[in-house]
């Protein structure tokens, strides 16, 4: 059997993220991987509102060299701010000063360099591991970029390397939204949602990040532990919330007990 262990938003936590994985017992003291032929996931957003991102990113892509080497994997999606900072980066003007109005970093961008951005650019947008299928936002965006995982990934991985502002700033735009799969009030069409996702892209679940917990739920961030199931188990948030005061916390899924 395999596990899979997801993380949510980690946005520049450098030291909440290094503690969770120590917990996790997926590394050692040295940051190097111990989880044997364990997955992980990290679902996008690894900057802006914290003050580490590229730490980061650089201890995931450390990671995603050394998990294969003890048959494990490391996988991270494309989150919005990670589209965010590449806008500012490689096209500046107005997506520069829209990246600072959301949290962007300046240590960040200055320590941003070619090898990092490209390892952005190539983030797939979504993932389906057995049963479980795994993307950044809980937003119907993915639509308008293809009737498959592979020509979502593909489009927008194409737009990451165009130099149209409009492609790019379309697509910010839709990566606003959240709530797709959430209905306070009537979770019926929320539920429909969800299982017409799950229709077009495969799977039985959907993992996602990008809205908070303690949004969702009105709950103080310090109190989020653990991922929220909803719409009947169709969905799964794992975003803590860490840059609002959440410790985090690894949602784990055995994944042969959904094959």
């Excluded at 490391?74 to 000063?97: K, P, R, T």
């Excluded at 390892?119 to 979504?126: I, K, N, Q």
């Excluded at 709530?179 to 949602?193: M, T």
């Excluded at 917990?213 to 188990?233: E, F, G, V």
Aim: charged share 25%; glycine share 8%; aromatic share 8%.
């Amino acid at each position: 059997m395999t596990t899979l262990h997801l993380i949510g938003d980690i946005h520049g936590q450098y030291d909440k993220l290094h503690d969770l994985l120590l917990a996790a017992k997926l590394i050692n003291n040295g940051s190097s991987w111990i989880g044997g032929d364990a997955k992980l996931c990290f679902l996008g957003d690894y900057m802006d509102r914290g003050p580490d991102g590229i730490d980061c990113i650089d201890l995931i892509m450390a990671l995603q060299e050394d998990a294969p080497n003890a048959g494990g994997e490391v996988l991270a999606l494309l989150g919005n701010h990670d589209v965010m900072i590449l806008a500012a980066h490689l096209l500046g003007g107005d997506f520069h000063a829209k990246w600072e109005r959301v949290g962007g970093m300046r240590q960040d961008m200055r320590r941003l360099n070619r090898v990092h951005v490209e390892w952005l650019r190539r983030r797939p947008a979504m993932v389906l591991l057995d049963e479980v299928l795994i993307c950044h936002a809980d937003s119907l965006l993915y639509y308008d970029y293809g009737v498959t995982i592979e020509q979502v990934n593909e489009e927008i991985e194409a737009l990451l390397y165009s130099k149209d502002p409009d492609e790019w700033d379309w697509l910010l735009d839709q990566f606003a939204d959240r709530f797709a799969f959430w209905d306070a009030e009537d979770d019926v069409l929320g539920v429909a949602a969800a299982k017409s996702f799950l229709d077009s892209f495969g799977g039985s679940q959907i993992v996602h990040g990008h809205t908070p917990i303690s949004k969702m739920i009105d709950a103080p961030p310090r109190m989020i532990n653990r991922a929220l199931i909803y719409d009947q188990d169709r969905c799964v948030n794992v975003d803590a919330g860490m840059y609002l005061g959440a410790p985090g916390f690894v949602h784990s899924i055995t994944l042969a007990e959904r094959q």
